[in-house]
Nanobody, 125 residues
Framework: QLQLVESGGGLVQPGGSLRLSCIGSGVTLAYNTIAWFRQAPGKEREAVACTSNSDGSTSYRDSAKGRFTISRDAAKNTVYLQMNSLKPEDTAVYFC??????????????????WGRGTQVTVSS
């Protein structure tokens, strides 16, 4: 059974950093397009970053550019989201998502085939 398991969330002060991990179970993440989405209370889920091995494309939402980096470790079957210079508006539940067709980045909500359960990121002083 395919599972995506996120970890690495927590409470951090503004300006701090966190690294989120998404581990695949029952699936080789290298064959899929993997994206990170986030959802803040009362808001729609939004794409944050994406990586596709089918064409090597990556993408970031504008507010994440220059601060967030998405990367893969094939040996660990893991995709990471390094988040630096965090701001209170980054507070949300962050979800790992997979598109098994290997689409080019960015991918939208309705292109996702599998979702993780999410990890909470809270940026507050």
């Amino acid at each position: 059974q395919l599972q995506l398991v996120e970890s690495g969330g927590g409470l951090v002060q503004p300006g701090g950093s966190l690294r989120l991990s998404c581990i695949g179970s029952g699936v080789t993440l290298a064959y899929n397009t993997i994206a990170w989405f986030r959802q803040a209370p009362g808001k729609e889920r939004e794409a944050v970053a994406c990586t596709s091995n089918s064409d090597g494309s990556t993408s970031y939402r504008d507010s994440a550019k220059g601060r967030f980096t998405i990367s893969r470790d094939a040996a660990k079957n893991t995709v990471y989201l390094q988040m630096n210079s965090l701001k209170p508006e980054d507070t949300a539940v962050y979800f790992c998502a997979a598109d098994v067709r290997g689409a080019s980045c960015p991918i939208g909500y309705y292109e996702v085939d599998w979702w993780g359960r999410g990890t909470q990121v809270t940026v507050s002083s």
